[in-house]
T-cell receptor
Framework: GQNIDQPTEMTATEGAIVQINCTYQ??????LFWYQQHAGEAPTFLSY????GLEEKGRFSSFLSRSKGYSYLLLKELQMKDSASYLC????????????FGRGTQLTVWP | DAGVIQSPRHEVTEMGQEVTLRCKPI?????LFWYRQTMMRGLELLIY????????DSGMPEDRFSAKMPNASFSTLKIQPSEPRDSAVYFC????????????FGPGTRLTVT
């Protein structure tokens, strides 16, 4: 199996910045994904990193260090609607390879 | 465009009954994935298909579970006989070999086995 670790829960206030970390151990690494999942809904894609560095997309950014087996998701200008579970997933092998998901980090944003 | 379609959205059945979950992937996508999500185990891949061919079924729990993809627009996940521990949300997802790398998830089927 794959060892994917992320914090179980985090809290933050509206307007703040929060960083959700993810560490992984895997062979044949071929990309790291972040998904957002609101309660009772399906996961939705947020970001994808395959090379080291930062990918920015609006209020959300994701960083990857392959040598350290480490990624983070940065959420800026938090809004109440950002309260959700954030899932880190690692892909092994080919572009068509399967994803291995972490258990998710439940983020609660307080007013 | 329609996203991934799953049916039924909710299923309640008694232990021992057969359950069939259905999925229609996004048109043009050639990879299809079946996941199961529980509080205890999180989101787990059960099986995935590429061009209608099963590629990796190592996540299928046991012989009670089977999946088919008879054509590019339809897949089923069958549990026979069902057990209470099968209670979970089952998601279907699809992706394309070209273009975006992301998997698009369906709304899920919430299965309760009593």
């Amino acid at each position: 199996g794959q060892n994917i670790d992320q914090p179980t829960e985090m809290t933050a206030t509206e307007g703040a910045i929060v960083q959700i970390n993810c560490t992984y151990q895997t062979s044949g690494f071929n990309g790291l994904f972040w998904y957002q999942q609101h309660a009772g809904e399906a996961p939705t894609f947020l970001s994808y990193n395959v090379l080291d560095g930062l990918e920015e997309k609006g209020r959300f950014s994701s960083f990857l260090s392959r040598s350290k087996g480490y990624s983070y998701l940065l959420l800026k200008e938090l809004q109440m609607k950002d309260s959700a579970s954030y899932l880190c997933a690692v892909r092994r092998g080919s572009t068509l390879g399967r994803l291995y998901f972490g258990r998710g980090t439940q983020l609660t944003v307080w007013p | 465009d329609a996203g991934v379609i799953q049916s039924p959205r909710h299923e309640v059945t008694e232990m021992g009954q057969e359950v069939t979950l259905r999925c229609k992937p996004i048109s043009g996508h050639n990879s299809l994935f079946w996941y199961r999500q529980t509080m205890m185990r999180g989101l787990e891949l059960l099986i995935y298909f590429n061009n209608n061919v099963p590629i990796d079924d190592s996540g299928m729990p046991e012989d009670r579970f089977s999946a088919k993809m008879p054509n590019a627009s339809f897949s089923t996940l069958k549990i026979q006989p069902s057990e209470p521990r099968d209670s979970a949300v089952y998601f279907c997802a699809s992706s394309s070999a070209t273009g975006s790398v992301e998997q698009y998830f369906g709304p899920g089927t919430r299965l309760t086995v009593t």
